[in-house]
């Protein structure tokens, strides 16, 4: 048994997916105007499958889960050009991204603490 269970090491994953996902983002948009690169995304369905937790099926038919460890796979978006040189960052689509990534990281972090001042309250007997 773990002193802090799934919950802080899931909530790390996240912020571990979260911070690539945002340094993949802000290459995109520092290569906006570089000839011929091509914008890069990382893939959630490797960060999901990366999570660690027990799921049980009650019905045959319900999805089965895997737990699975993975890294972040982070692909190349190579059949779309945007630029007439080549490259594939759409600036717009890039900044929308960044700004759900701050919202998920924000949610992540204020999870965490919630977490770390339970755990305060506990040892503090209050």
């Given at each position: 048994m773990s002193l802090f269970?799934?919950?802080?090491?899931?909530?790390?994953?996240?912020?571990?997916y979260s911070s690539a996902r945002n340094q993949t983002i802000g290459n995109n948009i520092a290569n906006v105007d570089t000839p011929g690169y091509k914008a890069k995304h990382v893939n959630f369905k490797d960060h999901?499958?990366?999570?660690?937790?027990?799921?049980?099926r009650t019905e045959q038919q319900h999805i089965p889960f895997s737990n699975q460890e993975?890294?972040?796979?982070?692909?190349?978006?190579?059949?779309?050009?945007?630029n007439h040189n080549g490259n594939s960052v759409d600036i717009d689509k890039e900044m929308n991204e960044l700004a759900q990534n701050q919202l998920y990281y924000e949610a992540l972090t204020e999870r965490i603490?919630?977490?770390?001042?339970?755990l305060k309250s506990v040892v503090g007997g209050r």
């Open positions: 269970g799934q919950t802080i090491s899931n909530l790390e994953q996240g912020l571990n999901l499958n990366a999570a660690s937790f027990e799921a049980k993975s890294s972040f796979n982070v692909t190349s978006r190579q059949n779309t050009t945007y603490n919630g977490k770390f001042s339970s």
